[in-house]
């Protein structure tokens, strides 16, 4: 089963404008990461974001995580077309390496 | 180097029929994950390898399933008498420590 939710399911931006997809989970977690996945296949690692962390940055990428409502968020700012994508959350628990992730949210960025 | 490989890329088989997937992990990496992806399931976790052995194989859905690692490098999922609900992307993945895990392209596998 998944471990949470991922809102919204869906967005659709111009290029050019920023992308906000937020991520909840239900158990503790080691860490928390987002992937990128493009046209149903392998899965791209963005960045992780350690338990003890609360923000994190990687080029476009902006990631918060609150661990006392159990949500993570992802920003991508200055959106282009190439980020057109599923992105999903992903945790690793405290019980394990295994990854459980969320259900993704699709991107699509307009040009 | 080289990424995560998997092979076939796709796989058409008919009910019943035994099938073999195959995953190339990073050199070095001593961990390895199968995960599969279906529409109605979204993204799940099937077993884990340390090395050879399998601490955790809680994801795998019946005893259908089956995965072995050998020489902590290539690993294969075996799924026997397969049914259309087997359908789906499987995905492997692999990594160092724990933390950031590489994926392979997946294998897309329909069941007729």
């Known amino acids: 089963s998944q471990q949470g939710e991922e809102d919204p399911q869906a967005l659709s931006i111009q290029e050019g404008e920023n992308a906000t997809m937020n991520c909840s989970y239900k158990?503790?977690?080691?860490?928390l990461q987002w992937y990128r996945q493009n046209s149903g296949r392998g899965l791209v690692h963005l960045i992780l974001?350690?338990?003890?962390?609360r923000e994190k940055h990687s080029g476009r990428l902006r990631v918060t995580l609150d661990t006392s409502k159990k949500s993570s968020s992802l920003l991508i700012t200055a959106s282009r077309a190439a980020d057109t994508a599923s992105y999903f959350c992903?945790?690793?628990?405290?019980?394990?390496?295994?990854?459980?992730f969320g259900g993704g949210t699709r991107v699509l960025v307009k040009p | 180097g080289a990424g995560v490989s998997q092979s076939p890329s796709n796989k058409v088989t008919e009910k019943g029929k035994d099938v073999e997937l195959r995953c190339d992990p990073i050199?070095?990496?001593?961990?390895l994950y199968w995960y599969r992806q279906s529409l109605g399931q979204g993204l799940e976790f099937l077993i884990y390898?340390?090395?050879?052995?399998?601490?955790?194989k809680s994801g795998l859905p019946s005893d259908r399933f089956s995965a072995e690692r050998t020489g902590g490098s290539v690993s294969t999922l075996t799924i026997q008498r397969t049914q259309q609900e087997d359908s789906a992307v499987y995905l492997c993945?692999?990594?160092?420590?724990?933390?950031?895990?590489?994926f392979g392209p997946g294998t897309r596998l329909t069941v007729l």
């Open positions: 993945a692999s990594s160092l420590t724990r933390g950031e895990q590489f």
């Open positions: 158990t503790s977690i080691n860490n």
């Open positions: 974001i350690r338990s003890n962390e």
């Open positions: 992903a945790t690793d628990g405290a019980a394990g390496n295994k990854l459980t």
């Open positions: 050199s070095g990496h001593t961990a």
């Open positions: 390898f340390q090395g050879n052995s399998a601490p955790d």
